[in-house]
Every structure is written in C-alpha cells, then in structure tokens.
C-alpha cells in the first residue's frame, strides 16, 4: 500500500537559514510525489510536484524538492527561509500505476516555524 | 484564490443531525475530491468523482455520501453525525481522472458538532 511519511512534527530554522521538511515514501510503482502549504484557516495550497525527469523540483515561492529514488525521500528546501513561510507543510503520493486510484495520499504534516 | 468554491465555510450542528456541504469544482475540472482533515487522523481521503461517476472511495463512513451532479459540482452528505465527525472537510479539483494532475483545494466548511 501507498504510503508517505514526514519525520517531523515541528521545524524551527531562523530567517535567512535554508530550511529542510523531510518526507519519505513507500510505493508500488513509479511515485508522484507532492508538496503542499497550509495556512492557518487556508485550504491547501500546490507547491511542487516530481512526475519524472531531473531530480531537483523548483516549485512556488522559491521551494524546491529533491527525489531520491535510492532513499525513497522526497525532501523540500529553501536557501533562504522567510518568516512568512511559517506554515503546514504535506507531503503527499500518488501511485503512476495503471491502476493507481488517482488519490492523493497526505503526510501527517510539518509544521515549519521560521523565526526573526 | 484555487478557483474551488465551497460552502458553508462554518457550520455547528448537534449530535444526530444531518449536513450537506457544498463544493464547485475549478472551471474545466471534471474530478472532484473530499478530504476529512481532523487533528487526530490528519488528512483522509474520502471519495472521488469523475464527471458524475464515482471513482475511487478511501475511508468514506456508510453515514456519509456523496454525489457529483451534471453541472460538476459535488455534495457531500454526512448523517446521524457523532462528536467525532467534527473536522474540516476540504473538497478539490482537477482537470483529469487522475494521473500526475496536482489538485486543487477549496478553503475547506469546517463542520463542530455539539
């Protein structure tokens, strides 16, 4: 079974650090994997997605993921963290199989606070 | 703004009770989704549809239904509610029957029962 998981409940990184939410997978077939935002009291939102090709994803707001294949992660980074990132972040898979359900299945979550 | 509206945003209703909740689909988007986000369980795939077809179910409780209409838009149904129906219920769209579309996410009718 399709499966995600994100390590970290909680990350704290001061402004101007790079940042890192970690999320891993476990999939029969070729992943698609996701990344998604949540804002207090907010729907979620699309960062990034890895479907196939190079490795490195650069998503919205100056996200980016990298796929690991041999390590099964799928890990979001930022150089440089804003305290406006602070924020939910999803990791999510989708099996590319043919006969994927085409859900999406979420991680527990990330909760990133970025501090002045 | 997603383009996924859904409504009521807040809703407060007692033990028992019956609700429906609203979702219209980004224009184009022809699948729609329902999410249950609650603290305990995180985010849980409810149902999908596929331009008025049900496609795919995850973990849907038989109180709850729900069903895509014509004009695309969705609803879903949720019955003889329990305390622990309490969540935030988010709907989403995508233009396909699944693949590698992202999917959009409506802001979510956050459902108390008292």
């Known amino acids: 079974a399709q499966s995600v998981a994100q390590p970290e409940d909680q990350v704290n990184v001061a402004e101007g650090n790079p940042l890192t939410v970690k999320c891993t997978y476990s999939?029969?077939?070729?992943?698609?994997l996701f990344w998604y935002v949540q804002y207090p009291n907010r729907g979620l939102q699309f960062l990034l997605k890895y479907i196939t090709g190079d490795n490195l994803v650069k998503g919205s707001y100056g996200f980016e993921a990298e796929f690991n294949k041999s390590q099964t992660s799928f890990h979001l980074k930022k150089p440089s963290a804003l305290v406006s990132d602070s924020a939910l972040y999803f990791c999510a898979v989708r099996d590319g199989g043919v006969d994927s359900s085409y859900k999406l299945i979420f991680g527990s979550g990330t909760r990133l606070l970025v501090r002045p | 703004d997603s383009g996924v509206t859904q409504t009521p945003k807040h809703l407060i209703t007692a033990t028992g009770q019956r609700v429906t909740l609203r979702c219209s689909p980004r224009?184009?988007?022809?699948?729609v989704y329902w999410y249950q986000q609650s603290l305990d369980q995180g985010l849980q795939f409810l149902i999908q549809y596929y331009n008025g077809e049900e496609r795919a179910k995850g973990n849907i409780l038989e109180r709850f239904s729900a069903q895509q209409f014509p004009d695309l838009h969705s609803e879903l149904n949720l019955s003889s509610l329990e305390l622990g129906d309490s969540a935030l219920y988010f709907c989403a769209s995508s233009v396909a029957r699944g693949g590698a579309g992202e999917l959009f996410f409506g802001e979510g009718s956050r459902l108390t029962v008292l």
């Open positions: 224009s184009g988007d022809l699948s």
């Open positions: 999939v029969s077939g070729n992943p698609y």
